[in-house]
């Protein structure tokens, strides 16, 4: 497969080295320096592009790849306010468009363990919930895409939280997020239930980028036969 890599950082290289490892061939690497040949690319040599870049560039990426009838996956964090505009360009063009906060399969398992402790424990009016994610230091949005999904899954089946908040809350219908940052670390998530006997913890932690990148050059390999819309739940039929 012809592959255009859109941010060509941290995970841009690793999935290079596992798409050539997989057989594909890389046919651009899209950065800041070059960002203007993203318009020249067409769907007659690209197969599919690969957008993992910055949140204050990802849509405008995205949207050119659409209007040029190329077929999408993003990963890039932190731009999520725009989903609405892609989901129309995607109708308006019928073009293919995929995101995920994270492509690890061990994190979607997380996301489904994740939904299915928040609906054991909602009735459990005794246990307080909050959350952390701690991420490496050059990380530029906070909370984590991951942790905002996390958090979704735990506020849409329990009835006293309403809304989640990146500090520190006593309030009952707010579900705190605390990020950390440290350096080297790639991605650490973890959902408590505390009461004044026990804490109960559920918690994944990433040893590398590879299982994003795998991830996401699994979803890259499916993603030309597909039209609309796309997620993780449609490509793991979870
Ligand atoms: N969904 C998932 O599974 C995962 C998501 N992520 C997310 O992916 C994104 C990238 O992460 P990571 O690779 O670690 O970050 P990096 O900062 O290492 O890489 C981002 C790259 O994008 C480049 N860039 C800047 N402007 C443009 C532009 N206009 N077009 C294309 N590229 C551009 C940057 O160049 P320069 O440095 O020169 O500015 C940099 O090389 C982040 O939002 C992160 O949160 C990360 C891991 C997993
Ligand atoms: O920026 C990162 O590194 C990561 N970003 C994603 C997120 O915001 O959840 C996925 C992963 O945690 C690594």
């Not at 318009?39 to 849509?59: C, G, H, K, R, Y």
């Not at 089946?157 to 350096?183: A, F, G, Q, Y």
Request: with cysteine; hydrophobic share 40%.
């Amino acid at each position: 497969m012809r592959i255009a890599l859109l941010g060509y950082g941290k995970m841009g290289k690793i999935i290079e080295s596992i798409a050539i490892s997989r057989g594909h061939q890389i046919v651009a690497r899209i950065d800041k320096d070059n960002a203007a040949d993203l318009q020249t690319l067409t769907n007659e040599q690209v197969d599919v592009a690969i957008e993992f870049s910055m949140p204050a560039v990802a849509f405008d990426n995205l949207s050119t790849c659409i209007k040029n009838g190329i077929p999408v996956l993003s990963g890039t964090t932190g731009w999520l306010d725009k989903m609405t505009d892609v989901e129309n360009l995607v109708k308006e063009k019928n073009g293919t468009f995929f995101y995920a906060s994270n492509y690890s399969i061990g994190v979607n398992l997380f996301f489904k363990i994740n939904d299915f402790v928040a609906k054991l424990m909602n009735p459990q009016q005794d246990y307080k919930i909050d959350m952390e994610e701690i991420h490496h230091t050059e990380k530029l949005d906070a909370p984590s895409g991951t942790a905002i999904t996390l958090a979704e899954g735990v506020i849409n089946h329990t009835e006293r939280k309403e809304k989640w908040v990146n500090n520190s809350s006593e309030k009952t219908d707010e579900l705190s997020i605390i990020s950390l940052r440290e350096p080297e670390v790639p991605g650490t998530h973890s959902v408590h239930y505390r009461s004044e006997v026990d804490t109960i913890e559920i918690k994944h932690t990433a040893h590398s980028r590879q299982g994003f990148a795998l991830g996401a050059v699994l979803v890259a390999e499916w993603l030309p036969a597909q039209k609309g819309m796309k997620n993780m739940d449609d490509f793991l039929k979870l």
